[in-house]
């Protein structure tokens, strides 16, 4: 129903795959994946509480059921066993074992989402050939592939990523926050950072409850979580994949305080979403969000472009959609 | 035709499409039976018993030897000549991606002169190169004898395959063309002709040619999947036609059958005369 490539070129990832089994049922399935192996570099904690997260924003964003969530933990980990030469930082990578399971425990038992099923693959260490005819101990990053299952009550109701119609209303749901550690943005300027992204489920979940009763009311007409990368990079992907142009202007994100404007474009704070209204459906979207974090930053534009505006005023962005395209693709060569 | 119209759909061996096709012929008012290849070929399940038989898509044997061949070989020694007889009295058959490629195999399709038998069109690789799974635009022939795509004009499909692509001799298509034997052909969106060019025409078919059938139009084989049509969900631009029927004050989803769906109404409303 919903499948894992959306838009009027069918080529950009959805933020979940739907699936109707019983073909005479109007029930589905909503399946996700999140993976953020360099959020450990900062902490494994938060590494695995941000894939729990993202992973069920993702359902939720093609209309899952916030209380019909089941999930299902991979771990990928290095030899955690300590030995001065050949595993030095074995205690550290036990530590950091133990600190994103203390996280699939509070989170999951936060958002109600019992663990189906997982599987370890511990031991993910290899030797590489040097230049020299040396060898190079390599350790994979503590990771955990947080996967989500959701019930979806009747399909009629999911919603798919792209933007649909020029004129409709750009809203920025949930706070951005100054949480770039491990995040993309550095991770090209060659940094870690410190500061990585945290999950605060007490918070996020009456927001995540308003979005499914608004999807499911129809008052939306596009919704993308913002993950890996940041607001510039999923409004930029939910406007490719609608063939249609953004106009943002920073200066109406909800912030927790001020931010430089690249951190505003890349921060990876969890608990967000990028949502698309129909005008006259304003109203009662804002109704709905009164009291909750929710920033109309912007609107769907015909000229297929990609126009933000700084928190100062000033133009930051304006490119051609099919640059962006192209710049995106190019790393799959022939590939597709 | 008094009574329930009976469709067998094939299973085993690598199909994996039954389910759908069978819940497809249900949809459009048909009982729908699925029967093991064995049990075709062990008499337990007799073609006689059926006014349609459907073969549907999948990987039948692995594709060894080429999809479809080894399917068509295993038939043709067991059950020829029922085949051959069910096909003369005036009942449907239709071969689907999988389905088709064992059409071909078989002889059934083209059908010229009430030849069931001679293979003279082939189903090969890709010109891409690798298996597609996609949706494709088609352009029915609206004055082809096809049963099935009775009333058709420009439909979206859902197509997954690997070995798609039509080839055959020049004089053959040529004669397809003058019998209107070309039900459908791949398109553009709009409907335009596709002229080869991909990813419109997605697997390099010579004239675009995306199905055909017998000079009767009772034997229809064709690569895309009708049943993987079922509700107007399937199709992958739904969210966005959903969204601009509501704001215009209509319902999500439209009234009635999906095209796929009408192609297997129309196999039922043709036995019902």
Known sequence: MIKPLVGVDRDVPSDAAVIRPVLSSPRGLAFSQALLPTYSAVDAYHMTACAIDEALRRVIAVGGDCDHVGGVDNFCWPNIQYHPEKNPDGKFKAAQLVRACRALRDVCLAYGIPLLSGKDSMYVDGNLAGRYGISHKVSAPETIQFSAISRVPDIAHCTTMDVKVPGDLVYLLGITRDELGGSEYYEHLGYVGRQVPEVRPEAFQPLYRCLQTAIADSLTASVRGIYRGGIAVHAALAALAGGLGLSLDLAKVPLEAALRDDKVLFSESAGRFLVTVASDRRQAFEAAFDGHAAGCIGVVTEAPRMVITGTRGEPLVDLALDDLKTAWKAPFGDLV | ?273
């Open chain 2, 1 to 273: 035709m008094t009574g329930k119209i009976r469709a067998l759909v094939l299973t085993g061996f690598g199909l994996n499409c039954d389910l759908e096709t069978a819940y497809a012929l249900e949809l459009a008012g048909a009982e729908a039976v699925r029967v093991h290849i064995n049990a075709l070929i062990d008499g337990d399940a007799r073609l006689d018993d059926y006014q349609i038989l459907a073969f549907g898509g999948g990987f039948s044997w692995g594709d060894d030897h080429g999809a479809g061949v080894l399917q068509a070989v295993r038939l043709r020694t067991n059950v020829g000549d029922q085949l051959r007889a069910f096909v003369e009295s005036q009942r449907l058959v239709i071969g689907i991606c999988n389905g088709f490629q064992t059409l071909v195999n078989l002889g059934l399709l083209p059908g010229f002169d009430g030849d069931y038998q001679t293979r003279s069109v082939a189903l090969t690789f890709n010109d891409c190169g690798n298996f597609r799974d996609d949706w494709v635009t088609l352009k029915i022939d609206t004055r082809s004898p096809c049963v099935f795509t009775k009333g058709l004009d420009v439909i979206d499909l859902p197509i997954r395959h690997g070995e798609g692509k039509f080839v055959t001799a020049p004089e053959v298509i040529a004669r397809l063309e003058a019998h209107h034997q070309i039900a459908a052909r791949y398109a553009r969106p709009n409907g335009a002709p596709a002229e080869g060019a991909f990813p419109h025409n997605p697997n390099g078919s010579l004239g675009d040619i995306a199905g055909i059938c017998d000079p009767t139009g009772r034997v229809f084989g064709l690569m895309p999947h009708p049943e993987g049509f079922n509700h107007w969900s399937n199709h992958p631009l739904w969210t966005r036609q959903a969204e601009a029927r509501q704001r215009t004050g209509q319902p999500a989803m439209p009234e009635g059958p999906t095209p796929g769906i009408q192609i297997f109404r129309n196999a039922v409303a043709c036995l019902r005369g």
